[in-house]
């Protein structure tokens, strides 16, 4: 059974630093794409930043570069968000998900097969 469990989410000031975790279980981690998504409350749901575990390539959003590095652990098959310089405006829920490629990894929901459940990320201002 696929599972990916997101945590790390919590409320912080702007300026400040979280780490979210996709612990992934259920398939062969080195065969998939990993990605980050949010959703704001009234907006759609966009992704943030992805990355294909085979070759460690990576696509992220043009409002979080700089801010925000993608990373995996293969040997405990997570993939970390690390987040900084957080803005009242990254506030979201924040799912990862997963889907099966050789390719470079895609920021499109739909191209995805498996999700977690989302972290809550609030960021004061």
């Known amino acids: 059974e696929v599972q990916l469990q997101a945590s790390g989410g919590g409320l912080v000031q702007a300026g400040g630093s979280l780490r979210l975790s996709c612990a992934a279980s259920?398939?062969?981690?080195?065969?998939?794409?990993i990605g980050w998504f949010r959703q704001a409350p009234g907006k759609e749901r966009e992704g943030v930043s992805c990355?294909?575990?085979?070759?460690?390539?990576?696509s992220n959003l043009d409002s979080v570069k700089g801010r925000f590095t993608i990373s995996t652990d293969n040997t405990k098959n997570t993939v970390f968000l690390q987040m900084n310089s957080l803005k009242p405006e990254d506030t979201a829920v924040y799912y990862c998900?997963?889907?099966?490629?050789?390719?470079?990894?895609?920021?499109?929901?739909?191209?995805?097969?498996?999700w977690g459940q989302g972290t809550q990320v609030t960021v004061s201002s």
């Open positions: 259920g398939f062969a981690f080195d065969e998939y794409a």
């Open positions: 990355i294909s575990i085979w070759d460690d390539s990576t």
């Open positions: 998900a997963a889907y099966p490629t050789y390719y470079y990894c895609s920021r499109r929901a739909q191209d995805y097969d498996y």
